[in-house]
T-cell receptor, first 114, second 114 residues
């Protein structure tokens, strides 16, 4: 069965520092990959997605992610973190592409120190 | 444009009671899904639908029932609520079919079963 692993449950970074959140998936073919962000008490907001083509994907809020097939990874990055980036981040995969069957990782809680 | 609308936002139930979480979308999306979110477990798929009259089970369907009589609505029914169903529930929709569709989430419904 497909699975998504986010190894880091909690990450703390200083404001202005760079950020990388890890995501690994387990599936034979290339899935459709997503990163979502969730602020406390809120719903999910899509940061970016990868379906094919350029393996470096740009998203909203200055985030980017790189798909590495050889490592089965889709890590999320941001060059300079802002205090407002504090939230929980979820990596997700979709095998069908239609968007009705997402498998999520367990999430990474990001804390930003001022 | 309302997007995906969930009601109620908060609900407290007693064990054994039944209730329905409502989900409606105004984007003419074919695909709709229900997820539950529990601490440390990310989001897990409960049920999904690829069109009116068509539903199927996801990862954690037990204790839940769904139907899809119209394209717009996808209600989730708890038949006999249990404390284990205390969770945050998210409805999602997408165009479906073609690949690369964006998945839209509702703002969530917080359910407590006592």
């Amino acid at each position: 069965a497909q699975s998504v692993t986010q190894p880091d449950i909690h990450i703390t970074v200083s404001e202005g520092a760079s950020l990388e959140l890890r995501c690994n998936y387990s599936y034979g073919a290339t899935p459709y990959l997503f990163w979502y962000v969730q602020s406390p008490g809120q719903g999910l907001q899509l940061l970016l997605k990868y379906f094919s083509g350029d393996t470096l994907v740009q998203g909203i809020k200055g985030f980017e992610a790189e798909f590495k097939r050889s490592q089965s990874s889709f890590n999320l990055r941001k060059p300079s973190v802002h205090w407002s980036d504090a939230a929980e981040y979820f990596c997700a995969v979709d095998l069908t592409g239609g968007g009705n069957k997402l498998t999520f990782g367990t999430g990474t809680q990001l804390k930003v120190e001022l | 444009n309302a997007g995906v609308t969930q009601t109620p936002k908060f609900q407290v139930l007693k064990t054994g009671q039944s209730m329905t979480l409502q989900c409606a979308q105004d984007m003419n999306h074919e695909y709709m899904s229900w997820y539950r979110q529990d601490p440390g477990m990310g989001l897990r798929l409960i049920h999904y639908s690829v069109g009116a009259g068509i539903t199927d089970q996801g990862e954690v369907p037990n204790g839940y029932n769904v139907s899809r009589s119209t394209t717009e609505d996808f209600p989730l029914r708890l038949l006999s609520a249990a404390p284990s169903q205390t969770s945050v529930y998210f409805c999602a929709s997408s165009l479906g079919g073609a690949r690369g569709n964006t998945i839209y989430f509702g703002e969530g419904s917080w359910l407590t079963v006592v």
